[in-house]
């Protein structure tokens, strides 16, 4: 066994976790077949995606991680942010051309956005949430959902959109941060989790607009909206920056 560690933001607290992983059960990945892969013309993959959901070898692990995250608040809503953050912070980095289980994203400490989004919603599952996964697939990307009442859900779905490539705030579905445009296609939904919803998510959404107005007004901000800037980068850690803004915003003197 190896204690792996995982850093995470929580309402500007930086934390981070730690939980000892198995050493042979990710050999035993490594040696597996690949599930049979989701074809390009596919109009349902939830049973190719669900294949690394459902796979039993890794469950203890991915629940020593969730509990693991249970223990830093007894807040509900939060455990679930704490999740998304610490996925969010893991890297982004491509394996190959087949998806890496739950297991060896957390193992590795890297996965890209199907990989991650597939291990967040298993996390929430664990926590308690209901949860989903949306694939797009025209831009063959991913995101994670976390169970959510109207109107905070995306396109009516009941789940709330997370981007869990880098850190975003969770609704906020305005840019995909790989093409840094907005996702227009039909996305397939596939359940993970069924659970309860983001009570809180009202204070998601309102820091999702604020964040987005913010954006909207280019490279140079006042300094009382710098200062906005600034709050809302650390309390989540770092949010991701766009290519439209690459080295931060400025205050004016």
Known sequence: MT??????ALNGRKGTISVPLSDQVFADYARRP???????DARDNSTYF?????????????????????????????????????????????GGSQYRYPYEVIYKNQGVCGEKSILLALLLKDLGFGSAVFYFLPED?????????????????????????????????????????KFTSTMEITPVGTGQALQSVT????????????????L???????????????KYGGLYVTAENPGGKR???
């Open 3 to 8: 204690l792996h560690s995982f850093a995470y």
């Open 34 to 40: 690949d599930p049979v892969d989701k074809g390009a």
């Open 50 to 94: 669900l294949q690394y959901v459902n796979d039993a070898e890794q469950q203890p692990y991915i629940s020593a991680l969730a509990q693991a995250i249970q223990a830093q608040t007894p807040i509900k809503d939060d455990q679930a942010r704490i999740a998304v953050s610490l996925v969010q912070h893991i890297p982004y980095k491509e």
């Open 141 to 181: 990307h991913m995101v994670t959902g976390i169970r959510a009442d109207s109107p905070y859900d995306f396109r009516n779905s009941g789940y709330a959109f997370i981007e869990a490539t880098e850190p975003f705030i969770i609704t906020d579905s305005v840019t995909d941060p790989l093409a840094t445009n």
């Open 203 to 218: 204070s998601d959404a309102a820091d999702a607009k604020a964040w987005a107005a913010l954006k909207a007004k280019g």
């Open 220 to 234: 140079t901000l006042s300094n009382t909206d710098y200062a906005a800037w600034q709050a809302l980068d650390t």
């Open 251 to 253: 205050g004016t003197s």
